[in-house]
């Protein structure tokens, strides 16, 4: 199991996560806004995919469909591969920052929901969107890995990680896709 972080933090990586968490007395509008983009944004992106899917026409499905393949391939690296092969505490167990999120121990290398949110943001940017939407969409993909920060629970290369996972998941299964998709086509 490779172990990040086992030492000690790297001194970049604490500064940064420092200066996301908010402390001990922070504005209470601040802690409600990580709070609501890391327990309630989730939800509300995967609820968008419904009316998405019924209403985007034959391009919009296939996009609602490259964003669930690549948000599960995101979580199943990040939650069920990533987690379990690198042994990485999180803040909150190395005594950094404030804890605003209850969270149970075990390794935070990479956030699962930051990749997760991340596949989602990508998948819509590279859909047939209009940009508006496009930039909400990776607006609340980086809303998502901001909180996991200001809450307590991630160190800032957990998030950068994840959001690199994301967008490589994302990525492939648009690649993926596209390459099947030929075949298919293909004489």
């Given at each position: 199991?490779?172990?990040?972080?086992?030492?000690?933090v790297n001194t970049f990586d604490s500064s940064v996560f420092l200066g996301l968490n908010p402390g001990r007395d922070p504005p209470e509008a601040l802690v409600w806004l990580a709070m609501a983009c890391s327990r309630w944004l989730p939800a509300v992106l995967l609820?968008?995919?419904?009316?998405l899917a019924a209403l985007g026409g034959p391009r919009g499905r296939r996009t609602?469909?490259?964003?669930?393949?690549?948000m599960g391939l995101a979580w199943a690296a990040a939650a069920a591969l990533l987690k379990h092969s690198v042994a990485a505490p999180r803040p909150f167990m190395l005594g950094l920052g404030t804890e605003w999120l209850g969270h149970?121990?075990?390794?935070?290398?990479?956030?699962?929901?930051?990749?997760?949110?991340?596949?989602?943001?990508v998948s819509m940017a590279l859909g047939p969107w209009r940009w508006p939407w496009r930039a909400a969409a990776v607006l609340c993909g980086l809303l998502v890995g901001w909180s996991r920060i200001a809450l307590g629970v991630h160190f800032p290369?957990?998030?950068?990680a994840a959001a690199l996972l994301g967008t490589a998941c994302a990525c492939g299964v648009y690649t993926l896709a596209g390459r099947v998709r030929s075949l298919a086509w293909a004489p």
């Open positions: 199991m490779l172990a990040l972080q086992a030492v000690g609820m968008a995919l419904l009316p609602v469909l490259m964003a669930l393949l690549g149970s121990g075990g390794n935070g290398f990479p956030s699962s929901h930051a990749a997760v949110a991340m596949a989602f943001a290369s957990d998030v950068l």
